[in-house]
């Protein structure tokens, strides 16, 4: 994967350090716009020791609904626990989140759905996050995360088409943040949930907004 994106895939990723520190107390990997299922090549930017914890230790929730799909068969293939959820607070969540074990790593989409072209969901209505990541930042305490900020991915792999745009350069921006410091922030909030879903949202903007002045 890493020489299939380093070939064909170009991406600029600003980061503090020579490479990204995924160190052995980064256990969550937060993705923010979420925007086309050739996403799955940013484990080319991962150093070589990442890739092998992930290979053995990644836990990732799939839409039941895409799990079902020729590229939902596909993501199965890459860890040891990608398991489907419906999207609802229901008994799927419930069970995934109680399937996470002190070893694992996760992937989390905070959106929760894939961004359509003017940033909005498949219903025209603008992209929000979703509370589930409020869930998963307290089964993660104690640990470092990885927010990936995206620039997109549309002009690689627009949706419904199903073979991608070689060479077309993509970026990103990578900030590794404690759990613990992160929820304490929002800790004196009412709806520290909420307050969390808000702050993500108007982090990936300021980032979108920022590729525009480039």
């Not at 070939?7 to 925007?35: M, Q, R, W, Y």
């Not at 759905?113 to 219903?123: E, L, Q, S, T």
């Not at 990541?133 to 627009?158: C, E, T």
């Not at 992160?182 to 307050?195: I, M, P, R, T």
Request: proline share 5%; charged share 25%; aromatic share 12%.
């Amino acid at each position: 994967m890493k020489y299939i994106q380093k070939l064909f895939f170009p991406i600029e990723v600003k980061h503090p350090g020579k490479e990204i520190n995924f160190d052995n107390n980064t256990h969550l990997a937060v993705f923010l716009n979420h925007s086309s299922f050739i996403e799955v090549i940013l484990a080319g930017i991962l150093p070589n020791r990442a890739l092998k914890q992930l290979a053995q230790k990644l836990i990732i929730p799939i839409a039941a609904e895409t799990a079902t799909r020729p590229i939902g068969k596909l993501i199965r293939l890459i860890g040891p626990k990608i398991l489907p959820i419906s999207r609802r607070r229901d008994h799927s969540w419930h069970g995934f989140m109680n399937a996470i074990e002190e070893q694992d790593i996760m992937i989390f989409f905070p959106e929760g759905r894939m961004a359509r072209r003017g940033g909005v969901d498949k219903h025209g209505k603008p992209m929000t996050m979703r509370r589930g990541i409020y869930d998963v930042l307290q089964a993660f305490k104690g640990k470092n995360m990885l927010l990936y900020y995206s620039g997109g991915f549309r002009h690689i792999l627009p949706r419904g088409k199903y073979w991608p745009k070689f060479f077309k350069k993509s970026y990103g921006k990578v900030e590794i943040i404690n759990v613990d410091e992160y929820l304490a922030k929002f800790e004196s909030y009412k709806d520290s949930a909420q307050a969390i879903c808000e702050d993500l949202l108007t982090r990936k903007q300021n980032y979108l907004d920022s590729l525009k002045l480039r």
